[in-house]
T-cell receptor
Framework: GAVVSQHPSWVICKSGTSVKIECRSL??????MFWYRQFPKQSLMLMAT?????????EQGVEKDKFLINHASLTLSTLTVTSAHPEDSSFYIC???????????FGPGTRLTVT | AQSVTQLGSHVSVSEGALVLLRCNYS??????LFWYVQYPNQGLQLLLK??????LVKGINGFEAEFKKSETSFHLTKPSAHMSDAAEYFC???????????FGTGTQLKVEL
């Protein structure tokens, strides 16, 4: 149980274009989802917390106009990287909160490469 | 503010040897502590967690960790390493006030024949 999927698993896009990443909770409803970014050989950095039906809460230093997060349903949150640049290339991981505040289940991640 | 320190970004052990990955935390309130494992190009998988109760926590794949409040530590151990244990391991802390997980910088475990 508590499976989280991400789509796509990897994507290559050209500089200046936008790309959308989906995060789905497959067998449960998630009122809260999280988006993380991970650079090579580094830890996960929380980008934003996404609550169903409300605006996402972004961490300090994360550009909310560049990383658009939408949590329109209890099973789907999307991250759109707008006007992508090579420095946005990274591994993006989402997670979903299950029953308790501290219990998160992680998706498999999306590798974004901007050329 | 909460923080996590993982000593040793790379640890190498022989197959069958003891695995010890170190994690120290800083938190002004009783923490919830976690160990996750990440295989290449994959998300994180929960190994074990400490919330309350018994301080020695057993997880999947033969791993265990002990919460030591006096040492602010939550080291991860496994008696006998297997080749399949080679991965990146992250320690994380959650406190209610922050309402989020804070991760350590990770330890890459290498298992050699």
């Amino acid at each position: 149980g508590a499976v989280v999927s991400q789509h796509p698993s990897w994507v290559i896009c050209k500089s200046g274009t936008s790309v959308k990443i989906e995060c789905r909770s497959l067998d449960f409803q998630a009122t809260t989802m999280f988006w993380y970014r991970q650079f090579p050989k580094q830890s996960l950095m929380l980008m934003a917390t996404s609550n169903e039906g409300s605006k996402a809460t972004y961490e300090q230093g994360v550009e909310k106009d560049k990383f658009l997060i939408n949590h329109a349903s209890l099973t789907l949150s999307t991250l759109t990287v707008t006007s992508a640049h090579p420095e946005d290339s990274s591994f993006y991981i989402c997670s979903a909160r299950v029953d308790s505040p501290y219990e998160q289940h992680f998706g498999p991640g999306t590798r974004l490469t901007v050329t | 503010a909460q923080s996590v320190t993982q000593l040793g970004s790379h640890v190498s052990v022989s197959e069958g040897a003891l695995v010890l990955l170190r994690c120290n935390y800083s938190s002004s309130v009783p923490p919830y502590l976690f160990w996750y494992v990440q295989y290449p190009n994959q998300g994180l998988q929960l190994l074990l967690k400490y919330t309350t109760g018994a301080t020695l926590v057993k997880g999947i794949n033969g791993f265990e960790a002990e919460f030591k409040k006096s040492e602010t530590s939550f080291h991860l151990t496994k008696p006998s390493a297997h080749m399949s244990d080679a991965a990146e391991y992250f320690c994380a802390v959650f406190t209610g006030g922050g309402n989020k997980l804070t991760f350590g910088t990770g330890t890459q475990l290498k298992v050699e024949l």
